[in-house]
């Protein structure tokens, strides 16, 4: 392993391409915590996310006027609103106003750290985004289907859960797969409260050594792969819910 | 039609290139003649260049610079800058003298004419609250301290001392989380927080560590401005033998740094 890590040190000095995440130990630990702390992050929002948008969309077809119009200021506002701006706010607005705890290091710092308010922030924000496209999900099941669980005597949870969930999300997965790839790369913005993602570990790295470029590229490889992944598992899920007669 | 275009941009290059030459042969003779200086100076550094409630640029760096006007007898033009491009503006001559915070490097010597002895000088320092009772570096250790992003010296107050650097875009976002008790302490230029610490608002914090990566500050020509490089050495030299340095300091808050006395004292 050793003399592979020295292979780039060579290959640095040969070439000048410096890749010292490579060679160097402690350049080595921050871009595993960075890749770390992304993936953490991302796979937190896109379960919260998914949830916030499969709840948001059932509260969207209640019968309560006022249940319907609370979702809908929430769409609102989360939609229509920059996702690094809601960061900002959330992490040097709201942050002040919580409750401050005492800490290890003999302070008091605020209840929720930036990493907290990255996940709080980034799932309401792709959450607004998953509640529209589950409801075009649901709008998309068959009245009759719905009319026909409802004589059979199913309340109103079971058919959301046990009849229109199900066949809606068959409809729903390749936008929801687009919002997801969003929300992954959004996660960078998190770079902006100081959250050591893999952006801001690269940041450091190439302000010590200079190796923008060499830096810039790997960035793009490294999301190109995450999103790949996230792209695969999303297709492979679409495949497995297949049904004969709905959607494909 | 198409040669006679051509020939014309030949002709008014050439001629730019010429006017440039005869320019930049003496840049004293033109300032002169413009009857006005132009001075790169940092509008976002208090108290060293920074904005008045009125919006004119004042500090203790435009101060340096008013005298040089004075002594050649011209009128100042501040022309606010920032660290990513003075280098910038002195090279492609839209100031004729350039003193921004500037840490003298060798490789910043290749690009611009950095003039001997140094101005200033100024390090890596903390501002912490002084409830915590920080008293060394390695008391960081394990705390996380906040941080500017691309600052030179993140790298080593973790390393060295295993403080975890939370590091911000720019200072305004740093003081926030440091207010907010996000962070232990800033890591940042002393001369800056020496600043802080006289400001009210920061009453409870203090700049309880020796300073470290002492580096100093060169006030800059472009290159090849021989004459003026020798004019300004002299300048500078004045500076710190009458004290200039040190009553500037006191003017604006500033405790006298040992770099400003010991060049007074030699």
């Known amino acids: 392993m050793e003399t592979f890590y020295e292979w780039f040190l060579v290959l640095y000095e040969d070439t000048g391409i410096n890749l010292p995440f490579m060679y160097d130990d402690y350049d080595r630990g921050r871009i595993l915590n960075g890749l770390w702390a992304t993936i953490k992050l991302s796979a937190i929002c896109v379960l919260f996310s998914v949830i916030i948008g499969m709840v948001g969309a059932w509260l969207q077809g209640s019968p309560w006027k006022v249940t319907r119009r609370v979702v809908n200021v929430y769409i609102q506002l989360f939609r229509n609103t920059p996702p690094l701006v809601q960061l900002y706010f959330f992490y040097f607005a709201v942050g002040i106003l919580i409750p401050r705890v005492e800490n290890d290091w003999g302070g008091t710092s605020p209840l929720i750290d930036s990493f907290g308010w990255a996940v709080i922030s980034l799932s309401f924000f792709a959450g607004a985004f998953n509640v529209e496209i589950f409801r075009s999900g649901i709008e998309a099941v068959p009245k009759s289907t719905i009319e026909a669980a409802k004589a059979l005597g199913f309340s109103r949870l079971q058919i959301y859960k046990d009849i229109t969930l199900p066949l809606a999300l068959r409809v729903v997965i390749p936008s929801l797969n687009n919002n997801l790839v969003n929300l992954v790369k959004t996660t960078t913005l998190a770079y902006a409260i100081a959250v050591p993602e893999l952006l801001y570990e690269s940041n450091q790295i190439w302000s010590d050594n200079v190796n923008v470029t060499e830096m810039m590229l790997f960035l793009l490889i490294a999301y190109f792969v995450l999103v790949g992944i996230l792209v695969w598992a999303m297709n492979s899920w679409d495949r497995s819910l297949k049904i004969p007669g709905f959607g494909q | ?266």
């Open chain 2, 1 to 266: 039609m198409q040669l006679n275009f051509v020939k014309k941009i030949a002709l008014t290059a050439a001629l730019a290139l010429s006017t440039a030459t005869a320019v930049y042969a003496d840049v004293i003779d033109d300032i002169k003649e413009r009857g006005t200086i132009r001075v790169g100076v940092k509008a976002d550094y208090k108290p060293y260049g920074f904005r008045d409630t009125d919006g004119s640029i004042v500090g203790i760096e435009p101060e340096l610079a008013k005298d040089v006007a004075d002594m050649l007898g011209v009128d100042i033009e501040y022309v606010p800058v920032v660290s990513s491009n003075r280098m910038q503006f002195l090279e492609q001559g839209k100031v004729d003298l350039m003193i921004a915070t500037m840490t003298d490097k060798p490789d910043r010597r290749k690009v611009v004419s950095i003039v001997d002895p140094n101005y200033y000088s100024s390090g890596t320092n903390i501002l912490a609250l002084k409830s915590l009772g920080l008293k060394e570096w390695t008391d960081l250790k394990g705390k996380p301290v906040c941080g500017i992003q691309g600052a030179f010296y993140n790298k080593a107050t973790s390393q060295n001392y295993g403080a975890k650097i939370v590091a911000f875009k720019g200072t305004a976002e740093a003081y926030a989380a440091l207010k907010a008790g996000n962070c232990a302490a800033f890591v940042y230029d002393d001369s800056a927080i020496v600043a802080k610490t006289k400001d009210p608002e920061w009453a409870g914090y203090e700049m309880p560590l020796a300073t470290i990566d002492d580096a100093p500050w060169g006030l800059a020509v472009q290159l090849g401005e021989d004459k003026f490089h020798a004019m300004m050495s002299g300048i500078i030299i004045a500076w710190h033998k009458s004290g200039r340095i040190l009553d500037l300091e006191t003017k604006w808050g500033v405790t006298n740094t040992p770099f400003a006395k010991t060049m007074n004292e030699n």
